[in-house]
């Protein structure tokens, strides 16, 4: 677990209370460019522009799907994987590189992303693409959907898959999140983590910094740099206790939600 | 019917390890002793049925058949988007068993009155529809729907006619007046009171549970050109199934139903079943104005 004492003055304001707004962080094509999946996600774009909500989830997915996530293109039907549900659908982009950077699709759907003949719309379809475990892009029911998913696991007595679920900080604007983080913190699903990337696009912010909203329901948290890979991978493998577990992943654009 | 789905579910949670039972509060305490057979299929989320239905598309995701209950204006109304994405979106299935129907609980008033539940439903594809019109119809109707793979929805009332109809659903001749006669269909809880109406009336009347999907073959069996539906819910909510079923036949359609308008009445659902023309009194007037139009 990354302590606050070790991480930066941006995350140690996230993780305090705070209502005041951020300034945009560095330049997020430069970023891209060196990173992983960078070529693929360039396929995707394709001369268009990505917002900065595009970037700021891509760190996380990386680092998930390469060093966390039991689940390969050959066990993404087996029972016993790990699920990893990205509620933010529209963080999409980043999401198909990283599935054709690990095999999921080839890569050569990324090329007629949101074509007519295309699997890969601007939100993911669980039916059309392989390793996709829901469908998204409405916003706020990810998590919902990640309860029901542990708790389905803990009924059948499958207590070694893990369920990952990503969202955003403005998508916590949606009730239907206040209602599955109390719920799951009263039920205990140590089963489940979610990730939030917090870049401060909610329009009225979360005073108390996010990772509040789901210790007070009995959930763990930890509030990382979302950057950090190292960070993230540690945030995201400390969980080792009897309730769900949020890590709030820190990133410095906040334009879109 | 209450009673009955409780009975068989809680039989369904002990029978079958792929059942799970969703609620958000109502009817928890009847499901106490189930809950503590089976703590981990018997999931009471309180009173979140966005939540409650978010965990059922969960739930179905990693292959459980899940049962998701409560009152119809909280399963299917509040939750519409979940029904949407959290199951059909996700090509993930559920039975959903509600109470209330369109007015039994009459003296709550509006909130708790569901009259639009079945056509909002009917916005979605693939949907079977139960309406049934006796407890004793339940318990089957509640075996075979949590026992195949397709969503359902199963709309439990207080309202009941005097015997059960058994069946999957096709449509049942309970009065047969004859070749020419017109086909009256009515749906669940209302048979009685058009059985009465139709008395003396040159009217065959057929009933189902199941208006999703209609029996459309057995319509075109038993339709001349005239053909009156009954349903207790909105007013034309299978008029479009009628029209299409009966689109290479001339033909005169009568849907008749709950109106649209908010009454902001109370009183009994008896009252209501008055108020909208769904007492034997009132569809006598509905059928007798059809059948006999008026001198131009």
């Known amino acids: 677990m990354t302590s606050l004492a070790t991480i930066t003055p941006r995350v140690a304001e996230a993780a305090a ?5 951020h300034n945009a962080g560095r330049h997020d094509a430069a970023h891209t460019a060196s990173h992983p999946v960078g070529a693929l996600l360039e396929r995707i774009r394709a001369g268009r522009e990505f917002g900065p909500n595009v970037y700021s989830t891509l760190d996380a997915l990386w680092v998930l799907y390469d060093r966390v996530l039991r689940v390969t293109p050959a066990t993404a039907d087996h029972p016993d994987r790990d699920r990893f549900l990205l509620s933010k659908g529209h963080a999409v982009a980043g999401y198909y590189a990283v599935l054709a950077a690990k095999g999921f699709i080839p890569p050569d759907w990324l090329d007629d992303q949101g074509g007519p003949e295309s699997r890969l719309g601007d939100h993911p379809d669980r039916t059309l693409v392989p390793g996709v475990e829901i469908g998204s892009g409405s916003l706020g029911h990810g998590l919902g959907l990640a309860v029901g998913t542990a708790l389905g696991l803990r009924a059948q007595g499958l207590l070694d898959p893990q369920v990952y679920v990503l969202l955003g900080d403005a998508e916590l604007d949606e009730g239907s999140n206040h209602e599955a983080i109390a719920y799951a913190g009263a039920a205990g699903l140590a089963n489940l983590t979610a990730i939030v990337i917090d870049n401060s696009s909610a329009t009225h912010g979360w005073p108390g910094g996010v990772a509040s909203r789901f210790t007070v329901n009995g959930w763990t948290a930890a509030t990382v740099d979302g950057r950090d890979h190292e960070a993230l991978h540690s945030a995201l493998t400390g969980h ?3 309730r769900p577990h949020v890590v709030v992943a820190v990133v410095e654009n906040g334009e879109q939600p | 019917m209450r009673e009955s789905f409780i009975d068989t579910t809680t039989a369904l949670l002990a029978e079958d390890p792929r059942t799970a039972l969703v609620l958000a509060d109502i009817s928890a305490a009847a499901f ?3 809950a503590r057979s089976h703590p981990d299929r018997v999931l009471n989320v309180g009173i979140r049925e966005q939540l409650m239905l978010g965990v059922a598309g969960g739930l179905a995701l990693t292959g ?3 049962i998701v209950h409560s009152y119809a204006p909280f399963l299917v109304e509040r939750a519409y988007e979940q029904i949407k994405l959290d199951l059909d979106h996700q090509a993930a299935s559920a039975v959903l068993v509600s109470v209330g129907a369109s007015y039994d609980r009459a003296a709550a008033g509006r909130t708790h009155l569901s009259p639009a539940d079945v056509t909002l439903l009917d916005t979605l594809a693939d949907w079977t529809v139960h309406v049934p019109g006796h407890p004793a119809e339940v318990p089957d109707l509640l075996r075979t729907t949590v026992g195949g793979d397709a969503s359902a929805y199963l709309r439990l009332s207080t309202q009941r006619n005097e015997r059960p109809y058994g069946g999957g659903g096709d449509l049942v001749v309970v009065r047969d007046a004859g070749a020419g006669a017109a086909l009256l269909v009515a749906v669940g809880p209302v048979l009685d009171a058009a059985v009465a109406a139709a008395a003396d009336l040159p009217v065959t009347v057929a009933y189902t549970h199941r208006p999703r999907p209609f029996d459309t073959a057995g319509l075109r069996a038993l339709a001349g050109n005239e053909v009156i539906l009954v349903e207790p819910y909105l007013a034309g909510t ?13 033909h005169r359609l009568l849907a008749l139903g709950v109106g649209r308008t908010e009454l902001r009445r109370y009183g009994s ?9 769904l007492d034997p009194v009132g569809l006598r007037r509905s059928l007798t104005g059809f059948l006999t139009p008026a001198l131009v």
Request: neutral net charge.
């Open chain 2, 32 to 34: 106490a002793p189930a």
């Open chain 2, 238 to 250: 299978s008029a479009r199934v009628v029209a299409a079923a009966l689109a290479d036949r001339p």
């Open chain 2, 64 to 66: 459980l058949r899940p």
């Open chain 2, 269 to 277: 659902a008896e009252d209501h079943d008055r108020w909208h023309g």
């Open chain 1, 17 to 21: 209370p705070l209502d005041g707004r």
């Open chain 1, 240 to 242: 080792h206790g009897h």
